[in-house]
T-cell receptor, first 114, second 116 residues
């Protein structure tokens, strides 16, 4: 398996623009997580899905953030409009219930909002 | 809400020194425990995990961790570090509840720098 795939790997955009981050989980995994990592706040859980259904989005910082999982093999995290404070590395991770919480992380998307 | 504390934010060692990174959590029930490693510029990877049984677990690259239930701790150890161990280390805790969801809480991470 290729592991968790994220795109793009790097994104530079101007404040106010819409940003869409993409994630393809490992085939067969039934949970998907979006994280944000910054020096100031560490690793923060934004939202997670179970069997494509959003279960807990309490970590989503503002209404500017939204996430979808239209099917088992694809998820998006959208920021609209983007702001400089959204600059961070965004990780997607997937897991299989039978593995009791072990998570497999993607390579991340480094987002810079100028 | 539960929390995970990694008291050492930055650790600097010379090669061959011994390493111990602390991890404490606040949840009183049964937990699954993990250590992940993030090498510079890379994603998090599993180092080792504990579910039940022998509280001393061994992971990859010579790392081990000991679960001490009475202390709510899961400290990571390595007897002799190498330059290639320079990385960020994250402890993660998953409380086991009747809901059956495996949602981890991560510590803030410990940055380890090993000088050659």
């Amino acid at each position: 398996d290729a592991g968790v795939i994220q795109s793009p790997r790097h994104e530079v955009t101007e404040m106010g623009q819409e940003v869409t981050l993409r994630c393809k989980p490992i085939s067969g995994h039934n949970s998907l997580f979006w994280y944000r990592q910054t020096m100031m706040r560490g690793l923060e859980l934004l939202i997670y899905f179970n069997n494509n259904v959003p279960i807990d989005d309490s970590g989503m910082p503002e209404d500017r953030f939204s996430a979808k999982m239209p099917n088992a093999s694809f998820s998006t995290l959208k920021i609209q409009p983007s702001e400089p404070r959204d600059s961070a590395v965004y990780f997607c991770a997937s897991s299989l219930r039978e593995e009791r919480g072990e998570q497999y992380f993607g390579p991340g998307t480094r987002l810079t909002v100028t | 809400a539960q929390s995970v504390s990694q008291h050492n934010h930055h650790v600097i060692l010379s090669e061959a020194a011994s390493l111990e990174l602390g991890c404490n959590y606040s949840y009183g029930g049964t937990v699954n425990l993990f250590w992940y490693v993030q090498y510079p510029g890379q994603h998090l990877q599993l180092l080792l995990k504990y579910f039940s049984g022998d509280p001393l677990v061994k992971g990859i690259k010579g790392f081990e961790a000991e679960f001490i239930k009475s202390k709510f701790s899961f400290n990571l150890r390595k007897p002799s570090v190498q330059w290639s161990d320079t990385a960020e280390y994250f402890c993660a805790v998953i409380p086991l509840s009747s809901g059956g969801s495996y949602i981890p809480t991560f510590g803030r991470g410990t940055s380890l720098i090993v000088h050659p």
